[in-house]
């Protein structure tokens, strides 16, 4: 019986202060070692494409597209670290000790902000094109978008930092137990995660997404009745207020799917104590899984997208003046 007990534990021979194993069924078990690997290699693979699409075609660069690029960033550091850490404590005890399970977490509420804040860019970009069309190029500019960016990088840092001094001082108090990488938050700390982090990114965005959208429907009735009356005058004019409501509907579809992968995580949150655990592995799934859709989205919406990973794919940019490729 002694035995069978020693292996249960994820370090027997310091059986005093180690974790058990945790069992996982079949369907776990699968998910956990077929499914999540490919998901794992998808969203860093798809999001490397966006990385150097837009970093590399000049035409590319514009405001909107930066903060896709920011975006992407964020998605792809998902699959380059956040998923295989999700896919090792799935499948076998932590072994990397504490100072690299704080990092782990650290770098994970670095990402995960930096995604949300990146969504609150996007929607305020949005609003700015739609609802104020005429001072849209003065206002967002590439130099403007680039310290937004950089900001946001640099707060989700100081963010993540006053969340966790915790146990930035401390890195042994993120293990109850040997072979476990868990973050406890006191009560402070979870209030204020999920005000900043929930509460008011999604107030902002939504707010900020039905005012596009009631502008948008009022914009498209007005484009209709100058067709209808023949203002051909007025055809230069709308024709920009069309593309941006073609960007304002991709990014609507994008930012949408971002609140249907982001919300169950914080909304299971309220319902148990304020711990990042296994309690939470499958809502928390859904919120990475997200940084993999992203991709298809873009390639399901956008053309230029779809041009620049054939150019990437049959390596014609490593072709001379490939950056100045003209794929819109």
């Known amino acids: 019986m002694e035995t069978g007990d020693q292996s249960e534990l ?14 996982s069924g079949l369907s776990e078990g699968v998910l956990s070692v077929v499914l999540l690997p490919v998901v794992c290699v998808l969203t860093a693979l798809l999001n490397l494409l966006v990385i150097i699409a837009i970093s590399h075609f000049r035409q590319l660069h514009t405001p909107t597209n930066l903060l896709l690029l920011s975006l992407a960033v964020s998605d792809f550091l998902v699959g380059l670290l956040l998923w295989p850490g999700e896919i090792y404590m799935s499948t076998s005890c932590w072994a990397l000790g504490d100072v690299a399970c704080f990092w782990y977490h650290f770098l994970s509420f670095i990402i995960t902000s930096a995604s949300v804040g990146n969504m609150v860019l996007i929607s305020a970009d949005r609003y700015v094109a739609i609802c104020d069309p005429l001072h ?3 206002k967002v500019t590439v130099k403007r978008i680039q310290i937004c960016v950089c900001l946001c990088w640099f707060l989700c840092f100081v963010y993540s930092s006053i969340i966790l001094r915790d146990q930035m001082a401390r890195p042994e108090k993120c ?9 406890h938050i006191d009560i402070g700390g979870g209030i204020l995660d999920l005000v900043v982090i929930f509460i008011l990114p999604l107030c902002i965005i939504v707010t900020l997404y039905l005012r596009v959208f009631v502008v948008a429907v009022s914009q498209a009735r007005a484009m209709r009745s100058h067709v209808a009356c023949g203002k051909l005058q007025h055809a230069v004019s709308l024709a920009a207020n069309k593309s941006e409501l073609k960007a304002a509907r991709t990014l609507g579809v994008l930012v949408l799917f971002f609140l249907v992968c982001f919300c169950p995580f914080y909304i299971v949150s309220l319902m148990g104590d304020s711990t990042f655990s296994s309690s939470a592995q499958y809502v928390l799934y859904l919120f990475d899984f997200n940084s993999c859709v992203n991709p298809f989205i873009y390639a399901l919406f956008y053309p230029w997208f779809r041009r620049a990973v054939t150019h990437i794919v049959t390596l014609r940019i490593v072709q001379p003046g490939s950056r100045e490729a003209n794929i819109l």
């Open 10 to 23: 994820c370090f027997p021979q310091v059986a005093n202060i180690s974790c058990r194993k945790s069992f």
């Open 136 to 138: 849209y190029h003065l």
């Open 175 to 183: 293990s109850s137990c040997y072979g476990e990488c868990v973050i």
